[in-house]
């Protein structure tokens, strides 16, 4: 098994790639492919594992690690010819405020993603009518209504537009 992987990956053949067939505006012939969600997610942290990942994240610093190695062998050894805890208090103020910064960073990201994941769109539903959905909602192979200089998900298939010559201007940003 591990052997075939290393020949996909290294080896000159190239992986075949499976046909995925999308069924419009059906969820129930769609549903066996296990297609992804439209759901956003860009935080690198959640509340239970922001700690040990921000502090796993803060060692990968050379100079934090030896400023905790000094830190360990001046409070248990008797190496020190200053204080125990002279060399902990900066590197935990250090680590402080690179975790408080980091915190700022991924709620700003969080609230971002909340903001990405409720924007509105509208999807034809199987009985004929515009919905209104947010974009987590959206799923693969709904036909969805795209207005003049409104925000889309990027994972669209363009089917028609209402300019004269069917040209569409999208703006990437």
């Known amino acids: ?11 000159d053949k190239k992986p075949e790639e499976k046909e995925r067939v999308v069924y419009i505006n059906d969820k129930e012939r769609n549903a066996p492919s296990k297609f992804g969600s439209n759901f956003v997610r860009t935080t ?4 239970l594992t922001f700690i040990p990942k921000n ?3 803060q060692m990968h610093r050379l100079a934090n690690v030896y400023f905790l190695i000094i830190a360990l062998l001046q409070v248990f050894t008797s190496l020190s010819p200053t204080g125990k805890y002279t ?3 900066p590197l935990v103020l250090i680590l402080t405020v690179s975790a408080v910064k980091e915190a700022i960073e991924d709620i700003a990201r969080y609230k971002s993603d909340v903001e990405t994941n409720n924007r509105k769109l509208l999807i ?3 009985l004929g009518y515009w919905e209104e959905k947010t974009w987590k909602d959206a799923e693969v192979g709904d036909l969805v209504r795209v207005t003049n200089k409104q925000h889309f998900p990027c994972d669209l ?8 010559l069917g040209m569409a201007y999208i703006e990437t940003s």
């Open 157 to 164: 298939l363009l089917i028609c537009t209402s300019e004269p």
């Open 1 to 11: 098994m591990f052997a075939e992987k290393l020949k996909e990956i290294f080896g």
């Open 55 to 57: 502090l796993l994240e």
């Open 44 to 47: 690198r942290y959640t509340i």
């Open 124 to 126: 034809l539903s199987p």
């Open 87 to 89: 060399t902990i208090a």
